[in-house]
């Protein structure tokens, strides 16, 4: 059977070959381009749109419309490129290298480009964008953070307004009249979190005018694709509403949890993150509630608040998952080492670990509407990625997102020396060869850049290094305000940094006067993190475009990957080999070898989070999908919406007829329960009972139809005009829509939750969850339809007499 990874390889390097070529196309028209005026220049960009609208000229289908935009914009792309090439070297004095064009290419083909750090992506996404903006859809370009949005635009925007396309920011707490106005821009920063919530948002107005996104989803290219698209992936956007009240559950149980003993009343599984209570931890707990048995279904939610109790204070570690900071619990991205304000933990886990802290317990709130970042960016005409690392998850990129990884060449050799990692037998012995190193290099002037995997590591290195009189700079979750700053310095002579993660910082470390002669950056890692990407990430800061530099890797048996992982066996083999001396240190590819078969693992487990998560939000996706649409119908609705109202009105009366009236004998049937249902639901109390007997069931749905019709035809009488009617039918339907859609969310939410139990019936909990969330949804179609009928049939129009 043929290797996967292999026919991903040669094919990539088939495709290497001809963006090569296409790139040649565009380096020909350089001479060209310069010998242009800058008027001249400028004008091209209208002359390219013209060019457009004429290719799209008569096509009509939304379909024929894209495939016609996506040949033109190929037609265009080594003249566009070129203009945009010449106009990157005038505008921002930097004009991009045949390697960089290559990366464009690949971004304009829906790829993901993977070029290594220091090889200028920013300026490589310029051609790719300003390409795609001429047909006027909108390019939203996605960063992981507001500040990096925001230096972007200022600095590749003077280029875009320079060739005459307007450039917008939407910044998460702006207003939503500065949101519409940064995506009806040409070109739209952003990040992921505010165009997912923004999406969401758009779906919960009540005004057509309120949406900010008014010409949907076009281009979406994503910079540090690989940490949007696969690390912040796991995790659902979800718009929370106020929930049910705070259980008192959640202190108690804390203070119960705290009394147990490792390894005799709970175990710990480090490797799937979970922790579970043994038979004897099973007794106090029996003990400490009084109960009888624990897991009788009555103490249901007692045993899910001990779950999450037992998780919060043995699985999630403080200034590592999370920091608590203003007397709030803040997790950490565990990516980019950043704090993820907004973020919260679902089913209660976030409130176990606010009691375990001793801070405010938050109200656990009602899911109100939710996506995965996955549907949101799946939902996008087109989507390309840059990043320095994505080859390791390529399978996983071209699965969920139909995007191959394309590794483009350096602009020049790497230099970069990546040296065997070191193992010790202790975190002490490890902290204590890496301040000695740090040391020896800061005395000969060479920079250091000191990577850690938590907060609490980079605290330790901080006052270790303080110790020892090493002047140094400190980056993690409590302290990047000015991390743009302290990045640019970190290269400088004698310098010193100490950063917790390196993904997706979005600054270039540049080397100082002299240092490359010194050797270049050191990068030195204090431990190996769940991810080779993240890594890999921390290695290509040192050896950027054609720099010296190294980097090492520093292990201890007590490492949290290594405990989770392996260390045993590593052991056993320090003993036999009599070397499980404190100061032993052992350099080994087995090691190595080792360490990155745990990462694969750990790889593979996020995988499958990220994927469980996927299968079950397709199930809501196309739920989702139809009740937006539906209300997209009725806010951009113009004239009158009966055409919506009256086969709900319709549909309703059939519902009610043929649960009332069951089987052929007619004697049988439930005709006072019509009768209630016509005075409570489709008529005004002028109307009296109707008479029902001798008529056939279908007669029966037809008399209450014409009913409901007449009734229709009195409101629109009194109402004073069309407008008003309409304005009416759409708070109507919209209401009783949003009510029932996010109770439905809601209640998808903790069924989600709680369905895994039935596994243990020998049920599949993914097919268990889609047959209930298809009984759930047609339930909530009946019930959004039969609240819309009776609140438009049973109000009373009350108009304006004196007017």
Known sequence: ????????????????????????????????????????????????QIRIQKALAGVKTEKEQQKATAKVLDELLPEAFAVAREGAKRVLGLYPYHVQVMGAIVLHGGNIAEMKTGEGKTLTATMAVYLNALAGNGVHVVTVNDYLSKRDAEQMGQLYNWLGLSVGINVGDDSPEKKRAAYDADITYSTNFNIGFDYLRDNMVTRAEDRVMQRGLNYALIDEADSILIDTARTPLIISGPGSGISPLYQRVDR????????????????????????????????????????????????????????????????????????????????????????????????????????????????????????????YKKLSGMTGTAKTEEEELLEIYNMEVIEIPTNRPIQRVDMPDLLYPSLKA???????????????????????????SSELVDKLLTAHNIPHNVLNAKNNEKEAEIIANAGQKGAVTVATNMAGRGTDIKLGPGIDELGGLAVIATE?????????????????????????????????????????????????????????????????RSVESAQKRVEGNNYDTRKNVLQYDDVVREQRELIYRERDQVLDEKKSLDNVLMPMVKRTIDRVVDAQTPGKDSEKWHLDAINKFIESSLTSPKHGSVRLQNLNRDEIKDKLYEIAKENMEDKKKDLYDADQLLAFERVVILRAVDQHWTDHIDALDRLRQGVGLRGYGQLNPLVEYQNEAFENFNKMIADIEYDATRTFMKAEIRTNMSA
Not at 266 to 280: G, I, Q, R, W
Not at 440 to 451: I, T
Not at 531 to 552: C, K, P, T, V, Y
């Open 1 to 48: 059977m043929a290797n996967p990874i292999r026919k991903l390889v040669d094919n990539s390097k088939h495709k290497l070959k001809k963006i090569d070529k296409v790139a040649n196309q565009v380096e020909a028209l350089s001479e060209q381009m310069a010998a242009m005026s800058d008027e001249a220049l400028q004008k091209k960009t209208p002359e390219f």
């Open 256 to 379: 119960f949890v705290k009394t147990l003993t490792r390894d005799e009343d709970y175990k710990v599984d480090e490797e799937a993150k979970n922790t579970s209570l043994t038979p004897e931890g099973i007794k106090n707990a029996e003990v400490f509630f009084n109960l009888d048995n624990i897991y009788d279904s009555e103490n249901t939610a007692l045993t899910h608040h001990i779950d999450q109790a037992l998780r919060a204070n043995f699985n999630y570690l403080r200034d590592k998952d999370y920091v608590v900071q203003d007397g709030e619990v803040k997790l950490i991205d565990q990516s980019t080492g950043r704090i993820s304000e907004g973020t919260r933990l679902s089913d209660g886990l976030h409130q176990a670990i606010e009691a375990k802290e001793g801070v405010e317990i938050k109200e656990e709130n009602k899911s109100m509407a939710q996506i995965t970042y996955q549907n949101l960016f799946r939902m």
């Open 430 to 456: 490890k902290y204590n060869a890496v301040v000695q190193r740090v040391a020896e290099l800061h005395k000969k002037g060479q920079p250091v850049l000191l990577g850690t995997g938590s907060v609490e």
């Open 528 to 592: 190996r993190h769940e991810s080779r990407r993240i890594d890999n990430q921390l290695r290509g800061r040192a050896g950027r475009q054609g720099d010296h530099g190294f980097s090492q890797f520093y292990l201890s048996l007590q490492d949290d990957l290594m405990i989770r992982f392996g260390a045993e066996k590593v052991r056993a083999l320090l003993q036999r080999m009599n070397m499980d001396d404190e100061d032993t240190v052992i350099t080994h590819r087995w090691i190595t």
